[in-house]
């Protein structure tokens, strides 16, 4: 899969911003490792569907869907959802809301067997 040189400088700012703020939900609070990773790589995703909003609005360089598809299905898929029903960004694409819920199902589940422990029995 090939890349523009937007959607690496878009995943690189998620990356970047997930991470901070993953830093910093860990030091400032006592939340849970794994509920910090989902907020963290929700919120940054949320902050990239706002700049691509600006840049939409603004007629600059946007990142594709396949950039944003990779943002939730990395952890982001709640900072994506929330991105297009607060920013009204991607809303009338039917196909890209479809496989975004189908992302945050998924990993609402992963996240679920995850904190019981339940995946800790199953060797792949």
Known sequence: MILRPVDKKGLLVWVLLGGGLYALFHYVTSIDAILNMILSASLAAFLVM????????QGGRRLSERSLYLIAFFGGSLGVVIGVYLLHHKNRKLNFKIIIFMLVFIQMVLAYLLRENLLSNIYI
């Open 50 to 57: 706002m700049i691509d909003k600006v840049q939409a609005i």
